[in-house]
């Protein structure tokens, strides 16, 4: 509203520098200047209100109304004392008087909302005046800050509250400002140095009535430090009193800052310890005595205050076990806790507490070493008492036992796992003999039944559900390393990229897939089979730790491993290797689940989501190949499991060699000597080579196929032997019979082996083997293949 009308209402009031009459070109401008002014006020955030002489309100804007809840039209044309109680109208009549006969009005005042409550106001009230020079008017201004002034009142409240409890506090308490001169001194300060507050608020640096001067110096510079930033809280220093004593106090300095940072004062807490320093200082002196000795040993000898805030002492072997300087600790005892794995941090530190002072502390932890390797530490703790029989120190002493414990966990782990590994291997055997028969009589059934017949179904599923247990029990003998492999040399990147595609099938679009492969040719010596499985089995594993998706990466590289890097991974050899690395950003795991990753049949998935076979496959088979699996993961953060294979000469092999023309699978009257010590599996096997046209002897014992042969007359070109049987065993009996017959060829067959010579043979393409369980076919296979060559 302009200042020079009432809105709204039935009496029009004209300014009296205002004409209503002939409005010339001055009178327009005029009146555009009060439109804007008014549009300006009315926006502005404080409170704007406007009276005539005689205190009727002329102008009256939103902020008005925000800050004392009368509406603009409640109050234009109104005395303005009608938003003010009855009793104090009289006084706000005088007010406006002195106002206008030049008294200043300017501060922050208590007012009232119209809802009756009262508020806090920062206002200004001055007269408005004419060309002239003449009063014709008040105008005031206020904003609202009643919320800033009962903030003030309940800081004001809080700060009396702590000023009572600073009194009580029995620690001395002294605040000081940025020069360090005393500003608040506490009851306990009065009775601990015998100086009042009044003697002594106002003191500053060098405070000659508590400090000597010899003591000054350092005084100087701890402030000096302490201005700086770069000051431990913590100090004891010798002081004085009143009545001249000296004594000892233990200090804990809190530097104050202003908002921009800079430093605003001291707080200073300090306690007399002069009858804890004597006894400490006897203490100190016995402990010389035995100081020579603890220097001589090679576990770490410690020192410490009952509050863990000093390290009194600590031994040379400490940077040695360690891997950190003593001084570091001396100047940060908390840094002894700090370099404690995260994992046992909380559980010693409590112990540390709770059973030093008592003789009950014997942990063993893990520290961190500057370098990232980890150590093993068993720490002991006995109470040290003085005369008074009080526990004025605490010794211990912390040997290095980080080989011991890797060497327990190899045992135990490598006991575990050869008994399951036995087990599972002994398993294995039985069950591949009967396997080998489901499977072989299917493939006879089916080989004489026409393709439309009706129960030709229900044996292809017999077939089937036996293949599927051959799959299990190659997992067992994965796991138990006595599966047989047939491996070569391969180029790793080339593995990687053939199993590329299928991973990005089997993991989803929701998961990102990179890989990272070594610039140049990775090669070793392994079974692509079930290096391919391997990263597959670990592929589905991450897909499963991101049920919301994530990234998967595959890496390749070569890595020499020192002996350095082989105590940290005690069952690796030092040497070339190849490593793969497939990391996810999945879950992460537990160390409780690590420590039973690769068990068999241990699996965190529900119940008919896995078996939990596929680690234990995957450690088996990399065992198996002279390698050595690594996992590093965190709850929430992912996993990384690195796998070491040894590093070989040249280029992968697979690929290179044209595939021979298939041969016919039917013999030519060729002699086999079966021998095999299960009947069932005996007369299968039987039942195959002579429907493929094979003259064929069977034995149950190597001493029955010798006589068998003997009485035979004939040669025997081929010797189709199991290599596990009671008695005599396969490769024996093949050494005997080829001093007979040096022309026979030899084809083993076994679920798993054993035998030392006979893995040695396979790996270098020197015998023939089949893997139980097998087909028909495949047995008509080997054999064609085997007495081609």
């Known amino acids: 509203m ?31 200047t009060i439109t804007r002014t008014d549009l300006l006020l009315a926006s502005v955030r404080d409170a704007v209100m406007v009276t005539d002489l005689d205190g009727i309100v002329t102008y009256w804007n939103r902020a008005a109304t925000c800050v004392f809840g009368w509406t603009a039209e409640e109050m234009l044309g109104e005395p303005i004392t009608k938003r003010f109680p009855e009793e104090v109208r009289p006084a706000i009549v005088g007010l406006m008087r002195a106002i206008l006969d030049g008294a200043d009005h300017v501060g922050e005042f208590e007012d009232y909302h119209k809802d009756g409550s009262r508020i806090w106001i920062d206002a200004r009230v001055f007269p408005i005046v004419d060309a002239t020079g003449w009063p014709i008017g008040l105008m005031g201004t206020s904003h609202n800050i009643t919320k800033r002034k009962r903030a003030e009142d309940e800081r004001d409240r809080a700060i009396g509250h702590l000023r009572l409890q600073i009194d009580r506090m029995p620690l001395a308490y002294l605040l000081m400002d940025s020069e360090f001169r005393i500003t608040e001194w506490n009851s306990a300060a009065e009775r601990m140095f015998g100086y009042t507050r009044e003697q002594m608020l106002g003191t500053g640096p060098p405070f000659e009535k ?5 003591a000054w110096p350092q005084g100087r510079e701890i402030l000096k430090r302490i201005r700086a930033g770069d000051m431990t809280a913590h100090s004891i220093n010798e002081n004085l009193t009143s009545d001249g004593r000296t004594i000892t106090c233990e200090w804990n300095n809190t530097p104050l800052t202003d908002a921009e940072g800079a430093f605003a ?34 576990e770490v000898f410690w020192l410490t205050t009952l509050d863990k805030r000093e390290i009194v002492y600590l031994s040379p072997a400490y940077e040695i076990v360690w891997g950190r300087k003593a001084e570091d600790v001396y100047a940060s005892p908390g840094s002894w806790a700090e370099a404690i794995h995260p994992d046992d941090r909380d559980r010693v530190s409590h112990a540390a507490l709770t059973k030093q002072a008592t003789g009950e502390y014997d942990e063993e932890y893990r520290i961190l070493r500057p370098d990232g390797t980890v150590r093993w530490i068993r720490d002991r703790a006995f109470p040290v008492h003085n005369a008074e029989e009080q526990v004025v120190r605490v010794a211990g002493v912390a040997e290095d036992i980080t080989e011991r414990r890797q060497l327990e966990t190899q045992l135990y782990q490598a006991q575990k796992m050869e008994a399951v590994g036995q087990l599972a291997g002994g398993v294995a055997h039985d069950f591949n003999n009967h396997l080998s028969v489901i499977i072989g009589y299917s493939d006879l059934l089916l080989d004489d039944l026409r393709e439309d017949a009706p129960s030709r179904e229900l044996i292809l599923e017999i077939k089937k559900a036996g293949e ?16 047989v492999l047939t491996p070569r040399i391969l180029d790793v990147n080339d593995v990687v990229r053939d199993t590329e595609k299928m991973l990005r099938r089997l993991i989803g679009e929701d998961i990102e897939l990179e890989t990272m492969l070594h610039p140049f040719h990775v090669s070793v010596k392994a079974d692509p089979g079930q290096l391919e499985h391997v990263l597959m089995n670990l592929a589905v594993n991450a897909r499963d730790a991101m ?25 690796i050899k030092p040497g070339a290797y190849v490593t793969v690395a497939i990391s996810d950003s999945g879950t992460g795991m537990t160390e409780e689940v690590k420590s039973h990753l690769f068990e068999p049949f241990f699996t965190t998935k529900a119940v008919g989501k896995g ?15 002279g390698g050595h699996v690594d996992v590093q993961s965190e709850p929430g953060v992912g996993t990384s499991f690195t796998i070491y294979l040894p590093s070989v000469d040249g280029r992968a092999a697979a690929g290179l060699e044209a595939a021979a023309a298939v041969p016919a ?7 086999i000597l079966l021998v095999e010590d299960e009947a069932s599996v005996r007369a299968l096997t039987k039942r195959i080579l002579h429907k493929h046209g094979y003259t064929t002897l069977a034995a149950s014992s190597g001493d029955e196929a010798v006589r068998m042969a003997e009485r035979h007359g004939s040669p025997i070109d081929l010797l189709v032997t199991d290599v596990v049987m009671p008695g005599e065993g396969g490769r024996a009996l093949a050494e005997r019979l080829l001093a007979i017959y040096p022309r026979m060829k030899v084809l083993y067959v076994s679920g798993y082996t054993d035998d030392a010579v006979m893995r040695h043979g396979l790996l270098h393409n020197e015998v023939n ?21």
């Open 2 to 32: 302009p200042l020079t009308h009432f809105v709204r209402h039935e009496r029009v009031i004209r300014p009296p520098f205002a004409q209503l009459a002939a409005i010339d070109e001055r009178d327009r401008l005029l009146a555009e």
């Open 210 to 214: 508590i400090m000597p001067a010899s």
């Open 265 to 298: 004062g001291l707080i200073s807490l300090a306690q007399d310890v002069t009858n804890r320093r004597r006894a400490e200082e006897a203490v100190r002196t016995s402990e010389e005595r035995f100081r020579q000795i603890a220097e001589s040993i090679t």
């Open 468 to 483: 599927r247990s051959a799959s299990l029990t190659r997992q067992l003998l994965a796991f138990s390393r006595k599966q």
């Open 547 to 571: 049920p919301l998706g994530g990234k998967l990466r595959i890496e390749t590289n070569l890595m020499v491993v020192t002996r350095g890097h082989a105590v940290n991974h005690p069952s």
């Open 611 to 625: 078996t939990g076979l596929g680690l234990a496959v995957v450690h088996g088979f990399i065992k198996q190949s």
């Open 665 to 671: 699978l039917a013999g030519r009257n060729q002699t």
């Open 769 to 789: 083997f089949l893997q139980k369980p097998f087909s028909a076919m495949a047995l008509a296979e080997k054999v064609r293949d085997v007495l081609a060559t």
